[in-house]
C-alpha cells in the first residue's frame, strides 16, 4: 500500500498533468517511474494523453461536423433553386 504522502504527490502531479502544466515524461520522473509506467497511471486515472480527445471532445468535435454538414446541404440547396 502506498504511503499517504506519496498519494498526495502522486495527485498533484496528475492534477499537473491534466491542465499542461507538464508532460508525461516530467511527471515519471517527478513520480519515479517509466514514460510506460506513467502512460499506465494516466490511463487508469481515467486522464487521456494530452493531444488526444476524451469522449465529451470526440463529441463536440463530431457535432460541429454534422452541424457543418447540414450548413452546406442548405447552401446546396439553395444554389439549386
Known amino acids: 500500500m502506498a504511503k499517504p504522502g506519496r498519494l498526495d504527490r502522486r495527485r498533484a502531479v496528475l492534477e499537473q498533468y491534466k491542465r499542461g502544466k507538464i508532460t508525461i515524461r516530467?511527471?515519471?520522473?517527478?513520480?519515479?517511474?517509466?514514460?510506460?509506467?506513467?502512460?499506465?497511471?494516466?490511463?487508469?486515472?481515467?486522464?487521456?494523453?494530452?493531444?488526444?480527445?476524451?469522449?465529451?471532445?470526440?463529441?463536440?468535435?463530431?457535432?460541429?461536423?454534422i452541424e457543418l454538414e447540414v450548413d452546406l446541404g442548405h447552401s446546396r440547396e439553395r444554389r439549386r433553386r
Open 26 to 65: 516530467q511527471g515519471a520522473e517527478m513520480l519515479g517511474l517509466s514514460y510506460w509506467a506513467m502512460n499506465d497511471l494516466l490511463r487508469k486515472n481515467h486522464i487521456p494523453l494530452v493531444g488526444q480527445a476524451g469522449p465529451y471532445e470526440k463529441a463536440l468535435a463530431l457535432r460541429g461536423k
